[in-house]
């Protein structure tokens, strides 16, 4: 099994800058994507970005040019780089992994979350 384990949550500022890591641990695979979803209170889980296996990335259009996805193969370990970050930005962030053989056949792993709390 896959287990995802996210850290790097925390308090800041608006304007401020935090950095989430993800790491994946368990039998080795091979990994589709890994992304970061989040959700506020109220409201429902959204995509905040996405890295596939071949390095392409995705962002919300909310976060794009604030946001940076990135990984590190060897260590199994994907960050989410966070800058300017505005009240909005304040939810739980979810890690996300997905080694789906196939599009009708989901194998997707989830992390317990980290809270993102952005506020003066």
């Known amino acids: 099994q896959v287990q995802l384990v996210e850290s790097g949550g925390g308090l800041v500022q608006p304007g401020g800058s935090l950095t989430l890591s993800c790491a994946a641990s368990?039998?080795?695979?091979?990994?589709?994507?890994m992304g970061w979803y989040r959700q506020a209170p109220g409201k429902q889980r959204e995509l905040v970005a996405t890295i596939t296996s071949g390095g392409s990335r995705a962002y919300a259009d909310s976060v794009k040019g604030r946001f940076t996805i990135s990984r590190d193969n060897a260590k199994n370990t994907v960050y989410l780089q966070m800058n300017n970050l505005k009240p909005e930005d304040t939810a739980v962030y979810y890690c996300?992994?997905?080694?789906?053989?196939?599009?009708?056949?989901?194998?997707?792993?989830w992390g317990q979350g980290t809270q993102v709390t952005v506020s003066s």
């Open positions: 368990g039998s080795l695979f091979s990994i589709n994507a």
């Open positions: 996300n992994l997905d080694r789906s053989p196939r599009w009708d056949r989901p194998v997707v792993y």
